[in-house]
């Protein structure tokens, strides 16, 4: 069985930064995306942000330069590095991994961490 667990989230004032960590445990498929997603109150789900198991990365328009996405292979944990935060990146943030490619529907999530950043 496959699990997610995010930590790291929190409270910060605009201009902060935050690390958020996904660790990552019961599969061994060689293959594999991992990614971060986020919901507001009253808004869908976005991408935020993509590592596929060869190293490749890609990001939302509305996070590039400020966030950084990277794996820790020999701990299974993936980050999410947030720099320069707005209050309009506060949303519940989620880790979700793709048994392939990253092209498709995700197979398994975490359960999210909240992420607040007041003005």
């Known amino acids: 069985q496959v699990q997610l667990v995010e930590s790291g989230g929190g409270s910060v004032q605009s201009g902060g930064s935050l690390r958020l960590s996904c660790a990552v445990s019961g599969y061994t498929y060689s293959t594999y995306c991992l990614g971060w997603f986020r919901q507001a109150p009253g808004k869908e789900r976005e991408g935020v942000a993509a590592i596929d198991s060869g190293g490749a990365s890609n990001y939302a328009d509305s996070v590039k330069g400020r966030f950084t996405i990277s794996q820790d292979n020999a701990n299974n944990t993936l980050y999410l590095q947030m720099i320069s935060l707005k209050p309009e990146d506060t949303a519940m943030y989620y880790c979700?991994?793709?048994?392939?490619?990253?092209?498709?529907?995700?197979?398994?999530w975490g359960q999210g961490a909240q992420v607040t950043v007041s003005s």
């Open positions: 979700a991994v793709l048994y392939d490619y990253c092209s498709g529907s995700w197979d398994d």
